[in-house]
């Protein structure tokens, strides 16, 4: 009986632990709105020299650094000093695989949303359709005051995958490259640096051109850069070899995915590459980190834009209405590079 005590006591505690988790993501993104992370990025710092730089309370951002502890974002030396961990330098605007912009999102507009979840599982609709927001949803974040750290933060996200994607993925051989609704040109960018025989185009709406004209100069490749702006759902611009999408299709239902396909097939020769990095659902789904992120990132977008993750049989299918034919999916950290060919 004991036993079965100790069991029940700790399923308990468990739970309370997952239905709490709201408190972590308000902590941290807390703790990113006060630029704590910043603060510490270059050396530690004792809580009088945190209170000067946040303009915080004292006591009440002694009490939020406990937290910040408890949760290896940062430690608390002998002395009184907090230090960033490893894991806290991602909080940090400098850091090369910087999460700010993210976290920031994730705590204000994502979160805010996600209490909107049981509207969106009663009828599949999104939180815009439900409100009787006609617009597409980001046309909506672009007039919100969302617009520049949702564009940062889909760079976060790309920036810290990057190193997982050019590791598994070969992008040689691609005189030049499209990255279909690349954004700013976090990914292009890259892929650039790494092969410089290599020319590239992102194509997205019109509102990202500075930002990705700004990133390629940064990162040297201006001079085999180009951004052209349009829809995806409207047609592509020709020229390019090979098409790259990254966190595309599972934005939108099965239907505009195809649009979106039959739109880069018929700009592609045959046989010619198409290359998605997206997340891949599991045929069978285990209690772990991994799998939880994926099916979380499904109910995001079932809420957020009303597309989906997907299972490699579902892309497999869906490439397939499209015009293209699944050669191979390529386990890239978090994401997967699924590789196909223009049929």
């Known amino acids: ?25 308000a902590v941290i993104c807390t703790a990113t709105e006060l630029g704590i992370a910043d603060c510490l990025f270059e050396g530690p710092k004792t809580l009088a020299q945190l209170v000067l730089a946040t303009g915080a309370h004292e006591r009440s951002l002694r009490r939020l650094l406990r937290s910040l502890v408890t949760l290896a974002i940062c430690t608390e030396t002998a002395d009184g000093n907090f230090d960033l961990t490893q894991l806290g330098t991602h909080l940090a605007a400098k850091s090369d695989r910087s ?13 805010a949303r996600w209490g909107e979840l049981i509207g969106s599982i009663r009828t599949g609709k999104t939180a815009d359709e439900l409100a009787g927001r006609g617009q597409e949803r980001f046309e909506v974040i672009a007039k919100t005051k969302y617009a520049g750290l949702f564009n940062e933060a889909m760079a976060n996200m790309t920036r810290s995958a990057v190193p997982d994607i050019l590791s598994a993925y070969d992008f040689s051989g691609i005189p030049v490259l499209m990255d279909v609704g690349g954004g700013v040109g976090e990914l292009m960018g890259a892929v650039l ?15 990202c051109a500075e930002a990705a004209v700004k990133n390629a100069s940064e990162a040297g490749v201006a001079d085999r850069f180009d951004f052209i702006a349009g829809s995806f759902f409207d047609s592509l611009p020709a020229g390019a070899d090979a098409i790259l999408m990254k966190s595309v299709i599972h934005d939108w239902s099965d239907e505009r995915c195809i649009r979106i396909l039959r739109n880069c097939r ?22 772990t980190v991994d799998n939880l992120s994926v099916v979380m990132s499904d109910l995001n977008m079932l809420g957020g834009i009303g597309g989906c993750e997907r299972t490699e049989t579902e892309f497999r299918d869906l490439l397939a209405m499209g015009g293209f034919h699944m050669k191979c999916v390529v386990p890239a950290g978090r994401y997967a590079v699924i590789e196909a060919s223009a049929d």
């Not at 009986?1 to 993501?25: D, I, K, Q, W, Y």
């Open 1 to 25: 009986m004991p036993m079965r005590s100790e069991r029940a006591v700790s399923s308990v505690n468990a739970l309370l632990n997952l239905v709490e988790g709201h408190r972590v993501t």
């Open 99 to 111: 999460l700010k912009a993210w976290a920031l999102l994730e705590g204000g507009m994502l979160r």
């Open 193 to 207: 640096k790494k092969d410089p025989t290599m020319r590239g185009i992102v194509f997205d709406l019109q509102h």
């Open 266 to 287: 018929h700009v592609l020769r045959c046989g010619a590459r198409l290359i998605v990095v997206d997340r891949v659902v599991p045929d069978k789904l285990e209690p």
